[in-house]
């Protein structure tokens, strides 16, 4: 079984100043990882993805994330924020090894204060 | 590429009414095909796994019954809500893998906002 865990359900930043989104990772093999976004009554659109090549992963909109193992962690960062990236954001886990479920996080709403 | 067209993006329906939501993958072929439910301010619950021309796969918990899944082709699948109640109310979204036996990620739809009165 895999699940995931993201710290804070809001998250507030000034424009211009990093963004950090945490999420832990629950898993009993090599999970594969990933960051969506969600704006407003919309679906969700990728902004990366772990599939254990590099672990640093870099996504769309200037956002990356980094796998570590050890702290079985993903954390999505970003460093300047835009007022365009304020929506929620959901980290995702499935299981290596093939076709499974993938299992989402409870999702942190980004609020960029100009 | 790898979009997912979900329509219809909003829907108001009576107490007691049915409702159909599409789902197409418009540029691949899905021969899975998955339906989510988003509470306000919650994650996204899955409910049952679409599979072309075979039975869906429903999570516990869910009325199959009442949310009646069709995948007859590789690039159309849709959720029926039948005999919709109030507490139906949410916004349903559909996903797709773009290929199938790799881990590949989801491909989403815009969703179905649906609001029974």
């Known amino acids: 079984a895999q699940s995931v865990t993201q710290l804070g359900s809001h998250v507030s930043v000034s424009e211009g100043a990093l963004v950090l989104l945490r999420c832990n990772y629950s898993s009993s093999v090599p999970p594969y990882l990933f960051w969506y976004v969600q704006y407003p009554n919309q679906g969700l659109q990728l902004l990366l993805k772990?599939?254990?090549?590099?672990?640093l992963v870099k996504g769309i909109n200037g956002f990356e994330a980094e796998f570590k193992k050890s702290e079985t962690s993903f954390h999505l960062t970003k460093p300047s924020a835009h007022m365009s990236d304020a929506a929620e954001y959901f980290c995702a886990v499935t299981l290596s090894g093939g076709y499974q479920k993938v299992t989402f996080g409870t999702g942190t709403k980004l609020q960029v204060i100009p | 590429g790898a979009v997912v067209s979900q329509h219809p993006s909003w829907v108001i329906c009576k107490s007691g009414t049915s409702v159909k939501i599409e789902c197409r993958s418009l540029?691949?072929?899905?021969?899975?095909m998955f339906w989510y439910r988003q509470f306000p301010k919650q994650s996204l619950m899955l409910m049952a796994t679409?599979?072309?021309?075979?039975?869906?796969?429903?999570e516990q918990g869910v009325e199959k019954d009442k949310f009646l899944i069709n995948h007859a082709s590789l690039t159309l699948s849709t959720l029926t809500v039948t005999s919709a109640h109030p507490e139906d109310s949410s916004f349903y979204i559909c996903?797709?893998?773009?290929?199938?036996?790799?881990?590949?990620?989801?491909?989403f739809g815009n969703g179905t906002r649906l609001t029974v009165t």
């Open positions: 772990y599939t254990s090549a590099a672990t």
């Open positions: 679409s599979n072309e021309g075979s039975k869906a796969t429903y």
């Open positions: 540029d691949f072929q899905a021969t899975t």
């Open positions: 996903s797709a893998r773009r290929d199938r036996g790799k881990v590949s990620p989801l491909h």
